[in-house]
């Protein structure tokens, strides 16, 4: 499995928090922690995806060939479009009428409860995924038999987890997508081979920079401070503290087993445990009996 690229969790070092009429669904913040979720996730557990892969990707394909053809619509694009409307949640799609598309629904559904993933946006994760899989509207052919598919290696996120995209559109102190903002200038020295070594201008050359880039960074970060943006946390202990939820939520792994594999103190794992898996939304799993085995072993 290829890792995702860094930028994709991080996608810039502040965030504008959005107030409360702005909507939680596009709150930067909360999809970051969702983001370093699941690269934890494709990391510890591979076999999540491989589940969706086996389980989900074949059901949904056939549904979406079942309902294209039902409808008339397999060549055309825009009849296909029309179709899909009704795809955007397992919610939708559990009030069809159509069979197949209810198949398509339950298969994700019970995937999630295997997996201890029951929140609405793992299962918005997960309906995305395969839909991308098996349908693009860019692709020749859009829709493509299953034997066709590529294995699902990474979810498809939604748009707005990948950019600050409200801070691109809108007119801010850096700009905005059509702005290019505060420009970075620095005023270096000149070089006479005549009259300074190569050695000494480099040098002088480099302090020079290194100054002006120093004082063009502290002057953005207290621009971005005065004006309401916070700094994204600090990625190495968010990965880790993500990586315990993993083992703990989806591997089934006790406090104790994870904080004896990391080298870390029980309470720490449980405290850690208690504070991710409510940053992101997930429903705590429950309790495994005392003594009994995980289904999942540490990867």
Known sequence: MTKRKHSAYRPSEYYRPLTGSEGLGSDK??????????????HI?????????????PVFSASIHDLFTANGVVTSQDGQLQVLRNFTSL??????????VIAAAFAIRSWMTRWNLGAAWVGGMALRTVRTAVWRPWREPQLLPLERIEPIEH??????????????LEKGPFGSLHDAGIPFTADLPSWD????????FELEARIAFEA??????????????????????????????MAWLVMWQVKGLSAGQIAEACGQERRVIERAISEFISLIGLPRRKASKPGRKPKHAIM
Not at 91 to 100: F, V
Not at 193 to 200: A, K, N
């Open 212 to 241: 002006a880039l120093d004082k063009y960074v502290s002057t953005l970060t207290g621009i971005a401070d005065s004006s309401g943006y916070l700094p994204y946390p600090n990625r190495r202990v968010v990965g880790e503290r």
């Open 193 to 200: 081979p005549l009259r300074q070594t190569r050695e000494d």
């Open 91 to 100: 919610e939708r799609l559990l009030e069809s009428h159509e069979e197949c």
């Open 45 to 57: 557990a591979p076999e999540v995806l491989d589940d969706l892969n086996k389980a989900c990707l």
């Open 155 to 168: 979810f498809t996120l939604p748009a707005d987890a990948l950019v600050n995209t409200m801070s691109l």
């Open 29 to 42: 913040l909360t999809w970051y922690y969702r983001l370093e979720f699941l690269e934890a996730l494709e």
